[in-house]
């Protein structure tokens, strides 16, 4: 007899939940707990070519030495966790953290249990206030664009101090950006589920209930047409926007941007902005061949020095697993200006705060080598990116997880400075409305004498 793949689903995600609501029942022995924080160190040092690259010895040396001071006693999973990723924001790098290894699956078993989460999706904005965007999963709200300025009775501020203390990622803001799009995730695994909630808004008391929505970050699997995107805008410049530089078939990408640019060509465009505000990354290729064949015009390199830790299967010659080895990026990629869709007009690519990984090696490579100008808001990630990022270390005993990349990576100029992304235009982003900073480019390159 077949099973009917719903009932499939709730069976999985009720043994899930009911496995996650065992785990937070159990408590860990001080033991259990120090061999985890081990593992994580070892897991780390085996593998980070530069462990203490952004947070400096000393202050590496004391965020393990506070954890391990947090962990002698006894400690449920999501405790433990908290007591781990507090050493996250020390890291200052979103590839390198303690983690939740499978938080999308933990959220989906506890709404299928009748579980609930704060009720809306939120932005941070940069004078660190909690502002609401919409409903839990993106629905309208009557409080959309309101500050949030207390919950439970609780100064907003000291909630986002204390969420925001277990986020990896390279800076505050970064890590705020994060937290945004996860607040739901870090409230409900710090205080609890609740079924409802007393938001301090506009001075007032304002009692909410408690969502059982799947929030907009745990939509379900994102399309193509989605995550890439090709239209012209009035006034004749083409917008491509690429969410991801990630597809399983990259030929349906490569086929994609191939279009975009005949219609580039046979529109006789002059201007095209290339949207990668929400790309966190994925593979180098998909922009050396999708994008940039058909605007480069010199040679091109995505980096320039590398430093990287040797592993095992990825030893080259006269190398040896657990070497720390540096080097320079000899690949160059020579350009195709005699292609047919080659594009010569301006090319401005749009950043922002989730513009990470590969798609920050974009953002060098294109403004170090003047094929186009970066235009957002800067300052969110660092342009000497880690990376090799290896499938997540299983802690022993709490089955948590470790991320942590296998090399550092220059920007093909070699600067260092700025350390941060930093956009030739800066433009903020309006996060109720993302064609706004598209719109205030156009006029900007709209307005005489540009």
Known sequence: MKIPHLLLALAGATALYGAT???????FTPAQLQQDLQFVRHAIENTHPE?????????????FAAAQERLRQPLSRDEAW???????????????????????????AHLAAGGKLFPFE???????RLVIVAALGGGASTQA??????????????????????????????RNKLLERRFWLYYWKTYGAKDSFTLGVGGKPLAVAAATATPAVMAGDISFDETFQFRMLPGGAGLLTVNAFSWPDKQQFYAFTERAFTTLRDAGARTLLIDIRENGGGDDDMWKTGILRYIADKPFRNGSSYVKKVLEGRAGPGEKVGDVVHG????????????????GGKVFVLVGDMTYSSAVLFSNTV?????AKLVGAGGYAYVRQTGGTQKEHVLPNTKLGVVVPRFVLDRPSGRREPALLQPDVVLAD????????VNALLKQLAAPGR
């Open 145 to 174: 664009g309101r500050e949030v300025e207390s919950i439970d009775g609780v100064p907003t501020a000291r909630v986002l101090a204390e969420l925001g203390a277990l986020v990896h990622g390279d800076t505050p803001v970064f």
């Open 122 to 128: 939120v932005s941070i904005d940069r004078q660190g």
């Open 367 to 371: 403004q170090d080598h003047g094929f």
């Open 51 to 63: 462990p203490a690259l952004r947070s400096g010895r000393q202050a590496y040396e004391q965020a």
């Open 430 to 437: 309006d996060p109720f409305d993302r064609s706004a900073l």
């Open 328 to 343: 320079n990026v000899d690949s160059w990629v020579q350009p195709e200006p005699g292609h047919p869709l080659h594009f």
């Open 82 to 108: 908290r007591a781990m990723a507090a050493m996250n924001p020390v890291f200052n790098d979103a590839h390198l953290g303690v983690i939740l290894p499978d938080w999308r699956g933990e959220a989906r």
């Open 21 to 27: 609501a065992h785990a937070e029942t159990v408590r």
